[in-house]
DNA sequence: CAAGATTGAATGATCAATCTTT
DNA sequence: AAAGATTGATCATTCAATCTTG
């Protein structure tokens, strides 16, 4: 994460300058390293894995999962986004290339004519359940075989709190 | 990761079709969901970061933060690629973009021919110090100030498993 | 033929600007 | 003016194919 340095950052004694940032530690970068890798390669592996199999990436799938889980199999935009940490654009985009596969159809919302609700098609769930095995295999391979139920409270204790800090702004 | 189920998968006695998948658990998806929401929303934030400071994405600083760490400031590829979790293609795209800003250059290897070296340039060195110190401000914003050291130690050992278990393949 | 690396085409994501409704 | 959502342009990433050297 740092730059090799040259020499100390000795400074004079009369130092209106920033402060020398605090670079990480090495047992921080020993939690950080891995944790790019994984942020790197994971979504890569899940991509794959459902493109070769269903023709779409993970962030579509979730799409599909999040409406399967929806009363009447329908959400507001802004709710999908939501759920799926997406932008509202890349939603918008996702949704388009979702409902040309004729998986999902938007629709107006019934209170308030902002929102845009999209709901799950007949088609779209049919697909969802023909891909969900083989999707929630390749989870269980690429990352839950690997830890203990120790680790998955671990998980369950650290990342949410993560989450709640990446996602300020 | 799981499409809402419409009755028990309820089978006939002699079954010769795919047993149900085991379908992730409460505790399990307990940490799924801010795992996937983590790794989608964590390289959103340091990109942005670095884009709006820097003009590239967190990809290209760690190339670039990966070449002042080794020994000349070179390196091969393929190590490169390791390094940084990034595919041969996705690397080389990238070395493209860094050259033409005048931040690394490329040398062909010394012992085999194959092999292309990454040199990280004095122009490029001058980048990195100035825009590093913001960068690991940002990480220890979204990342380092939510976790007390005994987070960190469980991190530190669980990652590395996860990422050996997704870089198989 | 395998290893190391690159290329171009196609897809996907991001940003800024925009539009409509409240 | 703010909320909800979309659009189009630009850039990045992926995949498959290719090229060169060992």
Tied chains: 1, 2.
């Excluded at 388009?96 to 999209?118: I, P």
Aim: aromatic letters at 4%; hydrophobic letters at 45%; a positive charge.
């Amino acid at each position: 994460v740092s730059p090799a340095k040259t020499r100390p950052a000795s400074r004079a004694v009369v130092d209106d300058g920033p402060a020398e940032p605090r670079w990480l530690t090495s047992a921080e970068m020993a939690a950080w390293l891995p944790l790019v890798h994984l942020v790197t390669l994971l979504p890569q592996r899940l991509d794959r894995q459902l493109r070769n199999d269903a023709g779409i990436g993970h962030g579509y799938y979730q799409i599909l999962a999040m409406l399967s889980a929806a009363p009447r199999h329908e959400l507001r935009m802004s709710e999908l986004a939501d759920y799926t940490a997406m932008s509202p654009s890349r939603l918008s985009h996702a949704v388009d290339a979702l409902e040309d596969r004729g998986w999902v159809r938007r629709c107006a919302g019934r209170h308030d004519a902002r929102v845009q609700l999209t709901r799950l098609t007949a088609a779209g769930r049919r697909e969802l359940e023909r891909i969900a095995p083989a999707h929630v295999a390749e989870v269980r391979q690429r990352v839950f075989d690997h830890l203990s139920r120790e680790d998955i409270a671990h998980l369950a204790r650290i990342l949410p709190r993560l989450v709640d800090a990446s996602l300020a702004t």
